[in-house]
């Protein structure tokens, strides 16, 4: 279980980071 | 503000908003790919819980594979026909490829390791060079993009990496077949159908859905992101030249 919990906390914080990290660019480039 | 920067300007807002509304649709997809992964598909008899982590890794490699054949195609346009919008789409794609390929590389140590109590510095695998290598060579694209003088030289040394990168691509598919290391062959295109119960195979199938969805968002937000950039070296290059002497006054 702990495998397991831990190859999800991995993959939702790498695409969930991208994904916000990918929207906060997209509104803050249009402030520029 | 003219009346044409101003309706220029509305129109980019709105485009963001709806690519934010779809970021939010893939978020709440992603969420039923969790429901189908931890609720709907039954435990697996032999490996238990660690199992589960097979639906995001298989979608998340199928995923990271079809970014690369965007790549391709993109570079190709570009070396073909000079396309800009292909050059971006590359550049966009090679980004969500890479997260792809590190969730993938990542979801796939964590679990062979206490299903084959498996140490990647003493056993050799070809599943795990091959993507290993897949992970550097796009790095490397969107490296030579970053640190190479923006301009045409640029995209075609990158387009040029997004062609012959790609050879990698089957290299890995096809990796577990011609070396029969230590990661299982195929399990979803076995021969004779999925080696899998059928509620394992719609879970997978929604993830999938889900993913490819997620992954297609990011292209768009990432291709929108990269525009701007580009917009933004074109106007400090027109400045450059417009601060620069003219030539009859040199």
């Known amino acids: ?32 | 503000m003219t009346e044409a920067v101003r309706i220029s300007a509305d129109l980019e807002r709105a485009e963001n908003r709806r690519l934010t509304a779809l970021a939010g649709a893939a978020v709440a997809g992603m969420l039923v790919a969790g429901w189908a992964i931890f609720v709907y598909a039954p435990q697996d008899a032999l490996q238990g819980p660690v199992q589960r982590i097979f639906y995001l890794h298989v979608a998340s490699a199928v995923a990271a594979f079809g970014c690369f054949a965007v790549v391709l195609l993109g570079s190709v346009a570009f070396l073909w026909r000079g396309s800009l919008v292909g050059d971006r789409l590359g550049r966009a794609a090679a980004h969500v490829g890479l997260v792809f390929t590190t969730v993938t590389f990542l979801m796939g140590v964590v679990w062979a390791k206490p299903i084959w109590n498996w140490d990647p510095t003493r056993t050799w695998d070809a599943r795990l060079t091959s993507t290993a290598a897949l992970w550097v060579i796009y790095a490397g694209y969107l490296l030579v993009r970053r640190f190479a003088p923006p301009g045409r030289t640029a995209m075609r040394l990158a387009a040029v990496v997004g062609v012959i990168g790609f050879v990698d691509v089957p290299v890995v598919y096809f990796s577990v077949e011609w070396w029969r290391t230590l990661h299982p062959g195929p399990v979803l295109t076995a021969s004779g159908g999925p080696a899998m119960p059928a509620p394992m195979v719609v879970a997978y199938l929604v993830t999938q859905l889900a993913v490819g969805f997620l992954c297609g968002v990011l292209v768009a937000v990432q291709y929108r992101v990269q525009a701007r950039r580009d917009a933004a070296v074109a106007r400090a290059v027109a400045a450059q030249l417009e601060l620069a002497p003219a030539p009859e006054a040199r």
Do not use: K, P
């Open chain 1, 1 to 32: 279980m702990t495998y397991l919990i831990l190859g999800y906390v991995i993959a939702v914080v790498i695409l969930g980071g991208f994904l916000a990290g990918s929207l906060v660019q997209l509104h803050h480039r249009h402030h520029e």
